[in-house]
């Protein structure tokens, strides 16, 4: 399996992206999938998830501002990003857990072992 994100860019504070994660090679339908994210000098960290029946987590810092969702059809999760500040700039990447149907979700990069390459957001005050 490969993950390819995608859907970064240059946004003013205040903006919007939506980032995809699509995934080739077979379905992820029934894999725990996950967003981090890692600015410079810092570690990666969690953004938000999704589990392979669709129960969601949120770190504290995107709750109301971000929503993620997968399209099962189309082998595909997203972020969608609303207020974005300028603490919101990171490159960000998606994870897959390659467990199938784990019950529990986890919030740490160790946990999932397929990543995308990682998709720039820069968020500009």
């Known amino acids: 399996v490969q993950l390819q994100a995608s859907g970064g860019g240059l946004v003013q504070a205040g903006g919007s992206l939506r980032l995809s994660c699509a995934a080739s090679g077979r379905t992820v339908s029934n894999n725990n999938m996950g967003w981090f994210r890692q600015a410079p000098g810092k570690e990666r960290e969690f953004v938000a998830a999704i589990s392979w029946s669709s129960i969601i987590y949120y770190a504290e810092f995107v709750k109301g501002r971000f929503t993620i969702s997968r399209d099962n059809a189309k082998n595909t999760v997203y972020l969608q990003m609303n207020g974005l500040k300028p603490e919101d700039t990171a490159v960000y990447y998606c994870?897959?857990?390659?467990?199938?149907?784990?019950?529990?979700?986890?919030?740490?990069?160790?946990?999932?072992?397929?990543w995308g390459q990682g998709t720039q957001v820069t968020v500009s005050s």
């Open positions: 994870a897959a857990d390659v467990v199938w149907r784990r019950s529990v979700v986890s919030v740490q990069p160790i946990s999932y072992d397929l």
